[in-house]
Each structure stands twice: as C-alpha cells, then as structure tokens.
C-alpha cells in the first residue's frame, strides 16, 4: 500500500492523470491494451475532465483502452445520477475512444439480466488465459465517509461474495438500485488507485489506511499481487499518524 498526498484536489487529479497516462503506456508498451474500471462520485470528476483535454489527452493512445464501470446506478443512461452520463459527459465526449471500446453498465433490461451481461462481457474481455479470474490493468475507485467504496456497502450480503464478478445492490438505504464490481474482480487488478479528498473523509481514511478497520468495505481492497495507491490531498490525510506510509509529493 501507497499513499501519496498532494495539497488539494486539483494536485491530487493531475498526479492521477500522471499515473493513469504512464500507466496505460506500460500496458499497452506491453500487451497492446489498457483495461480500466471507473468509479461515480464527485471525486475523480476533476481526473476525467484532465485526461479529456490538454496535455494527458494526447499522450494516451485512447484506440488501445477499454473503459468499464467499477458501479453503476440503475438509471436510464441520461440520468443525472447515472455514472455513465457522469463519465460521458466529463470524458466519452472529448476524446476519440471507438464506440466498442466503452463497456457501461446495460441499465436498459431487468437488473439481474444486466448483472449476467456485465460478468460476462468482464470474464470475456478480460480472460487472460482458462480458468484465470479476470484482471483489470486499474481500477479507479472512490470512498464515502461510510466506508463504502464501488456499491459495497458496510453490511452487505455481497461482500461475501466469492464467485462472481459482479452483482446487483439494491434497499430502501440507496435512491436506486446498483450493479457493482465485487471484491472477487476488485482484488485481482494489477493496479487499485483510491482518490480521496476533503476533511469530511479524514475520520475515514484514519480508519481504512491505519486501522484496517474490517468492517469497512474500502478496508477489504488488497489486491493479490497488485498495486494498492492512495492518492489523498491535505485534508483527507490529516488525521494519518504514521509518516512512514505518508509518500509526500511535490505540491
Ligand atoms: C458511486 C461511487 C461511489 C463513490 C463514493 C465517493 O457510484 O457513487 O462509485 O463509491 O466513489 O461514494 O463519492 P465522492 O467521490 O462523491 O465522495
């Protein structure tokens, strides 16, 4: 496990971007493709919107990435708290990724239906030989001052999910019903970046980062054999103690 602090948000999404773009051309430098999952929120709003313009846009070769959903709400795709149109309109739109390379959620046919097509498009794409679980190249993932992360909530059946990729969330506590990656795929990416940002997640990240509090969904992410980055700024970092872990970047 990383963690990097930069002073605010703005400096947290650009050395994001830093990654994201060194990243894919390792990736793709090795095996020709760069597959991501990404997370809603507000969060990584700010990376999206970098790696759509100006210098990051130009530096990834978007015909050799494939894009999925780490969650997705069950929306129609137009709607306001629908992460696809979240990423659409912050990223899709900006950059000349093909049609067959963005992997959203079907949020257009029963949710269990959904939940089948999504696991298999993910084991399809991804198999990289029979029988191995699928491995995402990054996944990007944000965390609630609950200590969820993707769809996992504290409490929920699916994270004793074993077998599947992914599966469906849905109770009177959420506005909508979701699809989420489950850990089984989560804790398999070769790399894991966690944005985190705000006082308000400090309490939080004290409890994920440095009590490796069990209980907390976020605290369940150890990919086997993968990167583990939390990328925080200032204030989502203050209540960390133990400097060691604190990998401080220039502002
Ligand atoms: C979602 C996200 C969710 C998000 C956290 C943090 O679909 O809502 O996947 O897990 O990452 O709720 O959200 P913020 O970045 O807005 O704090």
Redesign the pocket.
């Known amino acids: 496990m990383q963690v990097s602090i930069s002073y605010d948000l703005e400096a947290l999404s650009r050395k994001a971007a830093e990654f994201f773009v060194a990243l894919s051309e390792e990736c793709i430098k090795k095996k020709g493709r760069f597959t991501v999952a990404l997370?809603?929120?507000?969060?990584?709003v700010r990376l999206y919107a970098l790696l759509g313009c100006a210098p990051y846009k130009q530096m990834i070769s978007w015909e050799r990435v494939h894009l999925f959903w780490?969650?997705?709400?069950f929306v129609p795709r137009d709607h306001r708290d629908s992460?696809y149109r979240n990423l659409n309109e912050n990223l899709l739109k900006k950059i000349p990724i093909p049609a067959g390379n963005v992997h959203p959620v079907r949020t257009d046919m029963p949710i269990s239906i959904s939940v089948d097509a999504y696991e298999e498009e993910v084991r399809a794409f991804l198999r990289t030989s029979q029988g191995k679980s699928p491995r995402f190249d990054l996944i990007i993932?944000?965390?609630?001052e609950d200590g969820?992360?993707?769809?996992l909530f504290p409490g929920s059946e699916v994270l004793k999910e074993r077998e599947r990729l992914v599966a469906s969330v849905g109770d009177e506590k959420h506005k909508h019903p979701?699809v989420t990656l489950t850990t089984v795929v989560i804790n398999n990416a070769a790399n894991i970046f966690f944005?985190v940002s705000g006082k308000e997640?400090a309490p939080i990240m004290k409890k994920v980062i440095e009590d490796r509090d069990s209980s907390l969904p976020a605290s369940l992410i150890e990919p086997k054999g993968g990167n583990l980055l939390f990328l925080l700024d200032e204030d989502a970092s203050r209540f960390l103690t133990r400097i060691n872990h604190k990998l401080k970047l220039c502002h």
């Open positions: 997370s809603g929120g507000s969060t990584p780490a969650d997705e709400r992460n993932l944000g965390i609630g969820h992360t993707a769809s979701r944005l997640k």
